[in-house]
C-alpha cells in the first residue's frame, strides 16, 4: 500500500525494522528535549502529515521497552489517526513511572501500525441472537 506522506522532521521517513514487523516507530521531532514528570501527560510532534486512503486507519501504539524500562506509554493507546486527517501526528504519552523521563529529539516514541477497517451499518433490533456466552462479561471465562 502506497501512503502519501510530508516529512518536516529532521529525521528519516519510519521504516519496518524487519520483513515481519506490524509496525514502524515513530520519532520526536523536537526543538529541545520535553522533561516528563511523574504521571503527566505530553504531546509529542513527529514532522509527519499523511494521507491514508479510505478503508484505512493507522494505529498509534505504545513501544513496549519504553513502557516496561520507564513507565512511558501513549495515553490514548491505540490512538487513531483517521483517513481525512491531514494534521501533524503527534503522540500523547504519560509517564506512569516515579522518575522524570526525558525525551529527547529523534527518540523513537511510539508504534504506527496501518490497519484496514469497514463502517458499520447499524439494524435496529429488539431482540440478539443468542449464544453460549450470552452476556457474561469482564471475567466471565475464569482462568485456565
Same mark, same amino acid.
Given at each position: 500500500?502506497?501512503?502519501p506522506? !510530508?516529512?518536516?522532521?529532521?529525521? &528519516?521517513l &519510519?521504516?519496518?525494522?524487519?520483513?515481519?514487523?506490524?509496525?514502524?516507530?515513530?520519532?520526536?521531532?523536537?526543538?529541545?528535549? !520535553?522533561?516528563?514528570?511523574?504521571?503527566?501527560?505530553?504531546?509529542?510532534?513527529?514532522?509527519?502529515?499523511?494521507?491514508? &486512503?479510505?478503508?484505512?486507519?493507522?494505529?498509534?501504539?505504545?513501544r513496549?521497552?519504553?513502557?516496561?524500562?520507564?513507565?512511558l506509554?501513549?495515553?490514548?493507546?491505540p490512538?487513531?489517526?483517521?483517513?481525512?486527517?491531514?494534521?501533524? /501526528?503527534c503522540? /500523547?504519552? /504519560?509517564?506512569?513511572?516515579?522518575?522524570?523521563?526525558?525525551?529527547?529529539?529523534?527518540?523513537? /516514541?511510539?508504534?504506527l501500525v496501518?490497519?484496514?477497517?469497514?463502517?458499520?451499518?447499524?439494524?435496529?433490533?429488539?431482540?440478539?441472537?443468542?449464544?453460549?456466552?450470552?452476556?457474561?462479561?469482564?471475567?466471565?471465562?475464569?482462568?485456565?
Amino acid at each position: 500500500m502506497q501512503i502519501p506522506i !510530508i516529512n518536516r522532521s529532521h529525521h &528519516p521517513l &519510519p521504516q519496518y525494522a524487519t520483513p515481519l514487523s506490524a509496525g514502524v516507530d515513530l520519532r520526536a521531532n523536537l526543538e529541545a528535549p !520535553i522533561v516528563v514528570q511523574p504521571m503527566a501527560r505530553v504531546l509529542v510532534p513527529t514532522g509527519l502529515f499523511m494521507a491514508l &486512503p479510505a478503508g484505512v486507519e493507522a494505529q498509534v501504539r505504545p513501544r513496549s521497552g519504553l513502557a516496561l524500562k520507564h513507565g512511558l506509554t501513549v495515553l490514548n493507546s491505540p490512538g487513531t489517526i483517521d483517513a481525512d486527517y491531514r494534521g501533524e /501526528i503527534c503522540v /500523547i504519552l /504519560i509517564n506512569l513511572s516515579a522518575e522524570p523521563f526525558t525525551i529527547n529529539d529523534g527518540e523513537r /516514541i511510539a508504534q504506527l501500525v496501518i490497519a484496514r477497517h469497514e463502517q458499520a451499518e447499524w439494524l435496529p433490533t429488539d431482540v440478539l441472537e443468542e449464544t453460549e456466552r450470552g452476556a457474561g462479561g469482564f471475567g466471565h471465562s475464569g482462568r485456565k
